[in-house]
């Protein structure tokens, strides 16, 4: 069994694969004529859409940016999975009063009325679309944009292959169906081929074949599939990643019957200019270390400094959307791969985002700070363990011993242990590079009407770093932990407050210091007398060559 499902498939192809999508997209854009793309906002002109993760992060900025710029949509179709204790139709009314759709709302306070929710459940068969959803899917969508799918790092192999591989294909099934489909976008990661030091725009082999690894694991249970998941997955970091590339597999497969493009974002951030700068609603990937730094919480974090970090704007990812989706010419189908990535481009490094996170948070200081932000990064483990005991254990220790002498539950160790496991997970994308081909993306950007390139700009050329990086921690601050910047000062006096303590605290510690090694030893005395003599000569030798050359 484990020899058929990690069998490797040969790299035949591949070089066929990259001309023929070059090729497709060269004419879709018009090639060596010159021609320009026709409007966006035209082709979406009376379309139906169809969205999957529409309630996620970047599934509600693509409703907003496609109502807002597009205000000719015919309608969009939202798959959203009922809560316990949420209705379908309340969850999509709380979405629609978040601040993000403000700008839409100003200018079409009927927005709401282009949002049509259709029940659904991803892991369920056929994605619990009832009869009637789905005849009318069918019968009136033009345009499918994929974005559901866990993110989770360390999703159970089952579960992620569920939501990522498995839904996919029944997505793709429906999407057979549709009468009027012209364009199937899925959104992947730029982390799919993360084994890769140098990664292209084209779809490489899967590590294994899906049916295989779906049929097998289909018997087992969760017990063995967690024991056999790291031989699985081989020298990929985690479930995410590998069953990533599985799907981009998947929805291969499907490229002679529909028009298929695959979006590869790296790490998305908030956003850089639409609707507005820093919007951010979550606490994954760098939003989360970006807050525990500004908290005080995290002091150390094991990341090479001079590493890219390659973040992408949520808004630059959307964006890059809706133009894919927009067919040319009828010409053999191969999917068109993107990936949408920034460290080529404009590249810039974990060490200078330590550096402006820090700057900003001691400007905007976060409400109720546990220290005053500081953290720094290492690469080397020993020095980062070194750090997590001293900054992180042991202060924990110290404020859970605290609350429990005052009657209050302990709560700051499980927050650090939590915190930990977090940043471990980040570890293998900030230790490293990766090298992503942009020929697609750069091409796409050059053949845009100079009105899509002001309405729809995806240029991170134009991305100034240090600017954005402090609307995104103005925006942890605002979207994420709901805070006032009228609060601002207070929160800075806070900051104050714990400097103080902290120089309170050293003074203390000295004294013991002295108390207990130092004032008990006629050795340590000797050292100590002759430490501050030889500080008081320099001093008296300092001031008296001052005054002569007065």
């Not at 549709?178 to 982390?191: G, Q």
């Amino acid at each position: 069994m484990s020899t058929d499902l990690c069998e490797g498939r040969d790299l035949d192809g591949l070089g066929e694969q990259a001309t023929d999508a070059q090729t497709r997209l060269t004419d879709i854009c018009g090639g060596a004529t010159g021609s320009s793309m026709a409007s966006v906002v035209e082709y979406y002109a009376g379309k139906n859409v169809l969205i999957t993760g529409a309630t996620g992060f970047m599934g509600k900025v693509l409703v907003e940016k496609l109502l807002r710029s597009c205000p000719e949509v015919k309608a969009l179709y939202i798959l959203v999975r009922p809560k316990a204790g949420q209705s379908m139709q309340q969850r999509v009314s709380d979405m629609m009063k978040c601040k993000l759709f403000d700008r839409v709302r100003e200018e079409n306070p009927d927005f709401h009325q282009k949002i049509i929710p259709i029940s659904s459940e991803l892991t369920q068969p056929g994605l619990a679309i009832s009869p009637e959803d789905v005849e009318k899917l069918t019968t009136c969508i033009n345009i499918v944009f994929h974005c559901a799918a866990t993110i989770r790092f360390d999703e159970p192999l089952k579960h992620a292959l569920q939501l990522n591989v498995i839904a996919t294909q029944q997505l793709l099934s429906l999407a057979q169906q549709m009468h009027h489909l012209e364009a199937f976008i899925h959104i992947s990661t730029a982390y799919a081929n993360c084994n890769r030091k140098h990664i292209d725009e084209v779809i490489y082999p899967p590590p294994v074949e899906p049916k295989k690894l779906i049929d097998s694991l289909e018997w087992m249970d969760d017990g063995i599939v967690r024991d056999i998941t790291p031989r699985l997955i081989g020298d990929r970091p985690n479930t995410y990643t590998y069953t990533k590339a599985l799907a981009e597999y998947v929805v291969q497969q499907e490229q002679d019957k529909l028009n298929i493009g695959i979006i590869r974002p790296s790490i998305v951030g908030a956003s850089w200019q639409e609707p507005f700068p820093g919007w951010i609603d979550n606490f994954n990937g760098p939003s989360g270390v970006f807050i525990a730094a500004g908290k005080g919480i995290l002091r150390t974090m094991r990341a090479n400094n001079d590493a890219v970090a390659d973040l992408i704007p949520v808004d630059v990812v959307i964006i890059n959307k809706p133009q894919n989706s927009v067919p040319k010419l009828k010409i053999p189908k191969t999917a068109l791969v993107y990936n949408c990535t920034t460290g080529g481009i404009n590249p810039f490094h974990w060490g200078e985002i330590e550096h402006h996170v820090m700057s900003s948070f001691k400007r905007n200081p976060l409400e109720q700070a546990f220290r005053r932000p500081n953290a720094n990064i290492t690469s080397n483990y020993l020095i980062n363990q070194y750090w997590i005991l001293v900054s992180h254990k042991f202060p924990a220790f110290i404020y859970d011993l605290f609350l429990r002498l005052s009657g209050q539950k302990p709560q700051m160790m499980r927050i650090f242990n939590r915190l930990h496991k977090a940043i471990s997970l980040l570890e293998y994308f900030s230790s490293q590079d990766w090298e992503w081909n942009s020929e697609n993306m750069s091409m796409l950007m050059g053949q845009l009407t100079p009105e899509d390139r002001k309405t729809f700009n995806f240029d991170v050329r134009q991305l100034n770093w240090p600017e954005y990086i402090e609307n995104y921690c103005i925006g942890t601050k605002k979207y994420v932990l709901n805070e006032d910047m009228s609060d601002i000062p207070a929160a800075r006096q806070h900051l104050r407050k714990l400097r103080n303590i902290r120089y309170t605290f050293n003074t203390l510690l000295i004294v013991f210091i002295w108390r207990v090694f130092i004032a008990r030893s006629q050795m340590a005395r000797n050292i100590w007398y002759f430490v501050v003599s030889l500080c008081f000569k320099f001093l008296s030798y300092f001031r008296a060559s001052s005054t002569l050359t007065i």
